[in-house]
């Protein structure tokens, strides 16, 4: 784990960027439920194209949560690598990742589940399952690649992961118990408009004024 080694502990607001191990360049979990909340995972390296650049999950998984993991290398899993693991991603970003084999996720006898979390933009195959199935295979409306940068996100060449105010990703998630739909990777509230957005980012509806100030949130 170059940035932090887990095994069932809980990562809530943190930043991890800019670390390099050979697994697990930015986070490692293993033999243990783990919970990653409201976190950024971003420009990791995992060495010699070893596995999870930003985050590599071992005989142990857990939940991941608003979360971005974005623009980190390796050599199976450019955002997260799997093993022997099970998981939940809950609107979690997975974006401008790089791998030969599963640039976005790779997955090794592991039964994941994503839920209005966006796979998209990864450079290379966006995912990767070796010897098994993705154990129940994420329903399409849950993996979400819609192509052309300047669709989806606000400015990715300054690290800018929120959706445009035009992207198909606003109001395309599912509404989940409030247990779990509480506040984005922002600290905004996750419902604004009626329907949760898909990935880490809550966008604010068009002219709304949530403070009721008279300036648009928008502005602020």
């Given amino acids: 784990g170059g940035g932090v080694r887990i095994s069932g502990t809980s990562v809530r607001s943190c930043s991890i960027h800019d670390n390099q191990a050979i697994c697990g360049g930015g986070i490692h979990n293993s033999f243990g439920d783990s919970w990653i909340d409201r976190c950024t995972v971003v420009s990791n390296l995992a060495l010699w194209?070893?596995?999870?650049?930003?985050?590599?999950?071992?005989?142990?998984?857990?939940?991941?949560?608003?979360?971005?993991?974005?623009?980190?290398?390796?050599?199976?899993?450019?955002?997260?690598?799997?093993?022997?693991?099970?998981?939940?991603?809950?609107?979690?970003?997975?974006?401008?990742?790089?791998?030969?084999?599963?640039?976005?996720?790779?997955?090794?006898?592991?039964?994941?589940?994503?839920?209005?979390?966006?796979?998209?933009?990864?450079?290379?195959?966006?995912?990767?399952?070796?010897?098994?199935?993705?154990?129940?295979?994420?329903?399409?409306?849950?993996?979400?690649?819609?192509?052309?940068?300047?669709?989806?996100?606000?400015?990715?060449?300054?690290?800018?992961?929120?959706?445009?105010?035009?992207?198909?990703?606003?109001?395309?998630?599912?509404?989940?118990?409030?247990?779990l739909d509480t506040i984005d990777l922002d600290g905004k509230p996750r419902i604004l408009d009626g329907t949760a957005d898909r990935g880490a980012y809550e966008q604010f509806p068009p002219n709304q004024d949530s403070d009721s100030d008279g300036l648009p949130d928008e502005w602020e």
């Fill in 49 to 179: 194209w070893g596995k999870g650049g930003g985050l590599y999950l071992s005989y142990g998984g857990g939940f991941i949560a608003n979360t971005l993991i974005a623009q980190n290398e390796g050599g199976a899993g450019g955002g997260i690598a799997a093993e022997l693991s099970r998981f939940s991603a809950i609107h979690c970003t997975i974006a401008h990742n790089t791998a030969p084999k599963g640039a976005g996720v790779y997955h090794y006898m592991t039964a994941p589940s994503y839920t209005n979390t966006i796979i998209s933009h990864n450079i290379g195959e966006e995912t990767v399952t070796d010897n098994g199935t993705i154990n129940p295979a994420p329903p399409q409306k849950y993996v979400f690649t819609e192509p052309g940068l300047d669709v989806v996100f606000q400015d990715v060449p300054r690290g800018n992961f929120r959706l445009r105010w035009d992207s198909p990703g606003i109001n395309a998630g599912t509404n989940l118990p409030d247990s």
